[in-house]
């Protein structure tokens, strides 16, 4: 594919970059997508918290319109 995708590039720069194993490339992904699924844990939990006790008791029904979204 590099010679079908050197007209798109910049300065010499290379087409196809060579980019590590392929098994370092899915640890590294499931690496980013395991911090993100408990950082977005970490915040709706939090939030689910807020929203069941008294000082945040207005926001359950616009947390109950965007659950009941999808």
């Known amino acids: 594919f590099e010679p079908l995708l050197k007209p798109l590039t910049e300065n010499g720069a ?3 970059y060579n980019q590590g194993s392929l098994l370092t490339l899915t640890l590294q992904h ?5 911090v993100a699924t408990v950082a977005a844990t970490i915040v709706a939990v939090a939030l689910a918290i ?10 359950l029904p616009l947390s109950r319109s965007l659950v009941n979204i999808g």
């Not at 807020?50 to 926001?59: I, K, N, S, Y």
């Open 14 to 16: 290379p087409a196809i």
């Open 30 to 34: 499931l690496r980013t997508v395991l």
């Open 50 to 59: 807020l929203v069941t006790r008294p000082a945040g008791a207005e926001f």
